[in-house]
């Protein structure tokens, strides 16, 4: 089990990163992910004073982590509604004959997608 981080330790950790660092720059993920999770026992106020930081950057820190943690959810959408040429019309019977004399004959409730699907289909292949 691991044990939270003290303010202490954290503290260090902080003072530690301040002498090493070779330039002004963002301060690493893992730190800040440290001092938010000393908001869990402390006072931001108490955070803000070991840790050396202002509210703005507390601020931001948690804003950055609700955005990452936040998830966008899965929106369940309805259904669309077919539309006219999507509806199968009446039952429809349709005959192809194919320059070599053979015939194909397809019956039953077809939309006129389908219908133009098979056409094409069909010519695309040369009538064969």
Request: net charge neutral; aromatic share 4%; hydrophobic share 40%.
């Amino acid at each position: 089990m691991e044990h939270p981080p003290t303010l202490e330790s954290v503290a260090t950790a902080f003072q530690h990163w301040r002498e090493k660092r070779t330039h002004k720059g963002k301060t690493p993920a893992p730190l800040k992910a440290l001092a938010l999770a000393l908001l869990q026992d402390h006072q931001p106020s108490q955070v803000k004073a070991a840790l050396n930081i202002n509210s703005k950057a507390l601020t931001a820190w948690q804003s950055e982590v609700s955005a990452i943690q936040s998830p966008l959810g899965f929106v369940e959408l309805a259904p669309a509604l077919p539309t006219q040429a999507e509806l199968p019309t009446a039952m429809i019977n349709v005959t192809l004959t194919r320059l070599q004399g053979t015939t194909v004959t397809i019956s039953g409730p077809l939309t006129p997608a389908h219908l133009s699907a098979l056409i094409q289909e069909d010519c695309a292949n040369g009538g064969n």
